[in-house]
């Protein structure tokens, strides 16, 4: 060996599982499928992991752009493999190094690039990271709040370290059961000049406005993220699918009001202004959530609607 070569470390082999051989996917075409070996490049490494047999038992994602596997290593732990192509790991490569401070605690921890061949010798390449939960299976907007905070405060911490994340989606979410994990960076890019959103999420639980002028709110993307979310709409009640108020003890419950199917300005033939609409909606659900209170069955109220309506209009032009 030449004095100045540098001596290659020992390889990791990845073992694919019997179920993992019988189709075509993206790991398919490493030399010597399907018992591979590849080398780690471990540069800013949260979880050192000594070369060894990694039996890979399961695909977690398979998509258009990736494929992510699960490993498990001797001691049992889980890793997450996800072969993309060179550029894109390299790319998220660069944002885990960079967002270090935020490994294990906002991103998953990453264990560093595996580099491998094709049986034409082409470089194959993929990411190690720790194996975090599974991707998120609902919309974020059906989210309890308090939940929506904690997913938006760990986009902060990523904007603190002024980053910006382009594909902040629900199959990017990892949830173990108790925390959350933002993951996919492939599509991250530098923020220009530092975010300066300081608002807590979690601090404001239940909060149902959003100040635009808010200086602890200077951000468009976190403000339009929270707001795609529905953050400060969580102490909102939509009304006839026209308009939110405020929760409050005078109005039922969304899931009351989503059965009543209210209507105005058909029993007169008369065209309301939205204000007007409005006012005779809220008043609608005023009367029903009394008459609820009173002890009125939510059944009935279903079938008068109309008529208690009606004697809300009537009222209405007589006051005018
Ligand atoms: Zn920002």
């Known amino acids: 060996m030449d004095a100045n070569e540098v001596p290659l470390p020992p390889p990791f082999t990845l073992h694919f599982s019997t179920d993992l051989i019988a189709y ?12 591979c070996t590849m080398i780690l490049d471990d540069e ?61 605690k906002v991103v998953p921890k990453f264990c560093g690039v595996l580099y491998g061949n094709d049986s034409r010798g082409n470089d194959i390449l993929c990411l190690m990271m720790e194996r975090f939960g599974n991707r998120l299976d609902q919309p974020f907007h059906k989210l309890p709040t308090v939940e929506k905070a904690k997913i938006l405060n760990k986009l902060v911490k990523i ?22 994990r933002i993951a996919d960076l492939r599509y991250v890019s530098d ?18 406005d959003s100040e635009s002028m808010d200086p602890s709110m ?7 993220e929270a707001m795609t979310m529905l953050f400060w709409h969580d102490a909102k009640l939509r009304l006839a699918d026209l308009f939110w108020v405020s929760k409050s003890e005078d109005l039922p419950p969304q899931h009351v009001i989503d059965r009543l199917d209210v209507r105005t300005g058909i029993a007169l033939h008369t065209v309301y202004y939205t204000e007007d609409r409005r006012l005779l909606i809220l008043r609608f ?34 006051e005018r």
């Not at 220009?192 to 239940?206: I, L």
């Not at 200077?218 to 339009?224: K, P, V």
């Not at 939510?298 to 007589?318: A, F, G, P």
């Open 24 to 35: 075509v996917h993206r790991a398919t075409s490493l030399a010597g499928f399907p018992t």
């Open 44 to 104: 800013n490494t949260t979880i050192p992991i000594a070369p060894q047999l990694i039996d890979v038992v399961d695909v977690l994602h398979d998509g258009r752009h990736s494929t992510v596997y699960v490993g498990r290593c001797q001691d049992s732990t889980e890793v997450a493999l996800k072969f993309t192509t060179r550029e894109d790991v390299l790319e998220e490569a660069g944002s885990y190094d960079y967002l270090v401070e935020l490994q294990g």
């Open 159 to 180: 904007h603190d370290c002024g980053l910006h994340h382009l594909d902040f989606a629900e199959r990017n979410v990892l949830f173990d059961g108790n925390d959350y």
């Open 191 to 208: 923020c220009d000049g530092s975010c300066s959103w300081t608002y807590d999420f979690e601090e404001h639980v239940g909060q149902d």
């Open 218 to 224: 200077r951000c468009s993307e976190i403000r339009s």
């Open 285 to 318: 659900f005023r009367l029903i959530q009394q008459k609820l209170k009173n002890g009125e069955p939510l059944e009935r109220l279903e079938r008068e609607q109309m008529r208690i309506m009606y004697d809300i209009q009537k009222e209405w032009h007589k």
